[in-house]
């Protein structure tokens, strides 16, 4: 098994994305918002107030969509790769994002056909 994250720059495309992702056989993942250190730093004293308002979006803020997914190989990481850059373009381009994948050597709590693939 595999976990891939995405740091998606433009939340605009979060959507798109995700049917992306469904059609390369990726069912699920976890989003959160996030800021990078950039962003971060370019704010000097702006401290987001996200938690009691609803989220960056709702406070002007412009940040980014961090995803996370778990997937059987590294087959499927490639593919999620693959149909991330069909939505956001050339990844290693300004403004898309990051996707970085690895191999896992523990998982436990992941659906049953997830389980069944690293057995195999």
Same mark, same amino acid.
């Given at each position: 098994?595999?976990?891939?994250?995405?740091?998606?720059?433009?939340?605009?495309?979060?959507?798109?994305?995700?049917?992306?992702?469904? %059609?390369? /056989?990726?069912? *699920?993942?976890?989003?959160?918002?996030?800021?990078?250190?950039?962003?971060?730093?370019?704010?000097?004293?702006?401290?987001?107030?996200?938690?009691?308002? *609803?989220?960056?979006?709702?406070?002007? !803020? !412009?940040?980014?969509?961090?995803?996370?997914?778990?997937? @059987?190989? !590294? %087959?499927? +990481?490639?593919?999620?790769? +693959? %149909?991330?850059?069909?939505?956001?373009?050339?990844?290693? *381009? @300004?403004?898309? /994002?990051?996707? +970085?994948?690895? @191999?896992?050597?523990?998982?436990?709590?992941?659906?049953?056909?997830?389980?069944?693939?690293?057995?195999?």
């Amino acid at each position: 098994m595999y976990m891939v994250m995405l740091i998606l720059d433009v939340p605009d495309q979060l959507d798109a994305v995700l049917d992306a992702w469904k %059609a390369a /056989g990726i069912q *699920g993942a976890t989003i959160t918002e996030s800021m990078g250190v950039y962003r971060r730093q370019t704010r000097r004293g702006h401290v987001p107030a996200r938690y009691a308002l *609803g989220g960056m979006a709702s406070n002007g !803020e !412009e940040g980014n969509y961090t995803l996370w997914t778990i997937v @059987p190989d !590294e %087959a499927t +990481a490639r593919r999620g790769l +693959a %149909a991330t850059e069909a939505v956001v373009g050339d990844l290693d *381009g @300004p403004n898309t /994002g990051v996707l +970085a994948a690895w @191999p896992l050597t523990l998982v436990k709590g992941v659906p049953a056909e997830l389980s069944r693939a690293r057995e195999d």
